[in-house]
T-cell receptor
């Protein structure tokens, strides 16, 4: 299957700082990538859909000014958590599909964010 | 909004036994996905079902989607320790450009 990577795998930051998470499709081009968040012992919740070359689409209740998404190329989407607070501590996972009728979503390994 | 109910929430099975995990949707599905996750890690794609009545198998895992496309089951035959993990069903109600809605997961433990 297709490979999606994320960087960093873990990050610890102080409250009030910003953190950037990268999501890369390694062996295919992804016009659409998705960002999810998973709190402990809960399922994944879709945060936003990242479209290459256009603005991201955010799910209800997700603050677009807090979670900045940039999809500058067909292989890279970034999620920036701005002015992070302890309640933003979570497991952030991205996914991508190959498009062109290939609808399987392949997930990255996730990024664990801890805000102190 | 789309809701997915998974059952059971957790399952302890003796190695070598068969097991079934269910996923029920409140709406007709466009696509139903099964993933496996180890705690704190990413998701491993298992199977995707799109057609009513469809059934797919890979090694000892079989997934089915009912004719109405609202219910799916994942069956593992002769379970092994490597099958342990969290199984998640995810669904899309549109095409591949939609993000997925996930069930809460089934935590599978295999007892030797």
């Amino acid at each position: 299957g297709a490979v999606v990577s994320q960087h960093p795998s873990r990050v610890i930051c102080k409250s009030g700082t910003s953190v950037k998470i990268e999501c890369r499709s390694l062996d295919f081009q992804a016009t659409t990538m998705f960002w999810y968040r998973q709190f402990p012992k809960q399922s994944l919740m879709l945060m936003a859909t990242s479209n290459e070359g256009s603005k991201a689409t955010y799910e209800q209740g997700v603050e677009k000014d807090k979670f900045l998404i940039n999809h500058a190329s067909l292989t890279l989407s970034t999620l920036t958590v701005t002015s992070a607070h302890p309640e933003d501590s979570s497991f952030y996972i991205c996914s991508a599909n190959q498009g062109q009728g290939q609808e399987t979503q392949y997930f990255g390994p996730g990024t664990r964010l801890l805000v102190l | 909004s789309q809701e997915l109910e998974q059952s059971p929430q957790s399952l302890i099975v003796q190695e070598g036994k068969n097991l079934t995990i269910n996923c029920t949707s409140s709406k007709t599905l466009y696509g139903l996905y099964w993933y496996k996750q180890k705690y704190g890690e990413g998701l491993i794609f298992l199977m995707m079902l799109q057609k009513g009545g469809e059934e797919k198998s890979h090694e000892k895992i079989t997934a089915k989607l009912d004719e109405k496309k609202q219910q799916s089951s994942l069956h593992i035959t002769a379970s092994q320790p490597s099958h342990a993990g969290i199984y998640l069903c995810g669904a899309s109600t549109g095409g591949g450009a939609d993000g997925l809605t996930f069930g809460k997961g089934t935590h599978l433990i295999i007892q030797p």
